[in-house]
């Protein structure tokens, strides 16, 4: 399957669940971060993530313009499969940079995601099992991360639900 998404809560899975679909494929592989290491705890679990990964997969830190950098992986022969992990810092990332930023690089990431022509997993967390935020930040991010995972999900071939480590298939 072209294009999959992984959702799950945290620690529920999903990053090793996307692991283990790019290693069934044989395309070379373009892991995408997403991540910043703002602090301390965040730099040990992004070097967590980085040792558990193959040392042939290639790596791109990339806290903004994922459509840009699918639109260049594009151009490779053959194209990378590429996994995306994650949408949830993403969004986060997008939000603190301003509407304008938010707006253009989500729109111009749907895009180049549907014409992406390799095998591209997107892993996000599901945001809608939780509470709803006590500050407008808070349930923003929410929104905007839950009507992301939708537009992700109608594009997408394969959809799976990590939870306690157990994919469920909702999709493909």
């Known amino acids: 399957m072209r294009r999959s998404l992984i959702l799950g809560g ?3 899975g999903k990053s090793s669940l ?3 679909l790019v290693t069934e494929q044989a395309d070379p592989v373009v892991y995408v ?3 910043t290491a703002g602090d301390g705890e965040m730099s040990d679990r992004i070097r967590r993530h980085q040792l558990r990964r193959p ?7 990339e806290p903004l313009a994922l459509g840009a950098l699918l ?4 151009t490779l022969t053959p ?3 590429v996994l995306i992990d994650c949408m949830s810092l993403w969004v986060s990332n997008l939000l603190h940079a301003g509407d304008t930023v938010f707006v253009r690089e989500r729109d111009s990431f749907l895009a180049a995601l549907s014409r992406y022509p390799g095998r ?10 939780g509470i709803i935020g006590m500050d407008p930040l808070t349930r923003r991010f929410a929104d905007e991360l839950g009507w992301l995972n939708q537009s992700l999900a109608r594009k997408c071939d394969r959809v799976l639900l990590s939870v306690a480590g157990i994919a469920q298939t909702l999709k493909g």
């Open 10 to 12: 945290i620690r529920s």
């Open 18 to 20: 996307a692991e283990r």
């Open 33 to 35: 971060a997403t991540a």
């Open 55 to 61: 040392p042939q997969w290639g790596l791109v830190e």
């Open 71 to 74: 639109n260049r992986q594009a």
């Open 79 to 81: 194209p990378p499969c």
């Open 120 to 129: 591209v997993v997107v892993v996000s967390n599901e945001v809608g099992l």
